[in-house]
């Protein structure tokens, strides 16, 4: 191969390598921020099983504690759609471009061999509680046929393990109390009779008659005694 060639084929490898970079590195933001707002959302949870908001259905209560990990869940299922089947495949796309063209110039340089290399190490085979969670979440054809976990296994086995701890917790602060019955909240029976509640039912309002002032030069009114009228002075004298 001539020289020329030769350093354009490296300058486009090196393109390509730089292009792997670029969607690894947008990949690792997307999971490093999952990690925050998984931490923060767990820091939520926290807060306010001790505050006890909550949120009254007719008669039943429901902790807000119940419903933050619910929104958890969803909001895992979208990074992990972002992740694996969006940038995730642009980076595999990339990668398999770079060991294509490792593949056809590796006779003449054989240093064109990095993509071809990282493959070979990123998998791995899982032992112990990473294969018995990596048996419960990972679908990928070569975990179930070879047991090695390549990067997309790893992708289900982070974002899938995720989803099942949150619903393990929505489910565990919902037996212990998170969701209660109000029993005071019951609707009370009322007795009607003939269409009429007698409870709402009341009497009409007597009212009072207000004296009017006498006319001038008339006598004064004659004062009625209520209650048992008083003995004249002269008849104690007798």
């Excluded at 970079?21 to 990949?27: T, V």
């Excluded at 972002?82 to 006779?107: C, P, S, T």
């Excluded at 995720?162 to 109000?182: E, H, K, T, W, Y």
Aim: glycine share 8%; aromatic share 10%.
């Amino acid at each position: 191969m001539r020289d020329e060639r030769a350093k354009q084929v490296i300058d486009v490898w090196k393109t390509v390598v730089g292009v792997q970079m670029h969607f690894n590195d947008i990949g690792m933001r997307i999971r490093g921020l999952f990690i925050t707002i998984l931490l923060a959302l767990l820091a939520s949870i926290g807060f306010l099983l001790d505050k006890g908001w909550s949120l009254q259905l007719w008669r039943i209560n429901i902790q807000f504690a119940v419903l933050v990990p619910i929104f958890g869940v969803f909001g895992t299922a979208l990074f992990y759609l972002m992740d694996r089947y969006w940038f995730h495949r642009l980076l595999k796309g990339a990668v398999n471009h770079a060991i294509q063209i490792e593949n056809k110039y590796k006779d003449t340089i054989p240093e064109l061999s990095l993509s071809d290399e990282i493959g070979k190490e990123s998998f791995f085979v899982p032992k112990g509680l990473l294969w018995v969670a990596a048996k419960c979440f990972v679908s990928h054809d070569k975990f179930r046929k070879k047991g090695q976990l390549h990067s997309d296994g790893k992708l289900e086995l982070f974002y899938k393990s995720m989803i099942s701890a949150l619903f393990g917790i929505s489910i565990l602060i919902a037996v212990f109390g998170g969701i209660s019955l109000d029993k005071k909240a019951a609707l009370m029976p009322i007795k009607k009779s003939q269409g009429v509640d007698k409870a709402t039912v009341t009497p009409p309002a007597v009212p009072q008659a207000i004296p009017s002032a006498p006319a001038p030069g008339a006598a004064p009114p004659t004062v009625i005694p209520l209650g048992p009228a008083a003995a004249p002075k002269d008849a104690k004298k007798e």
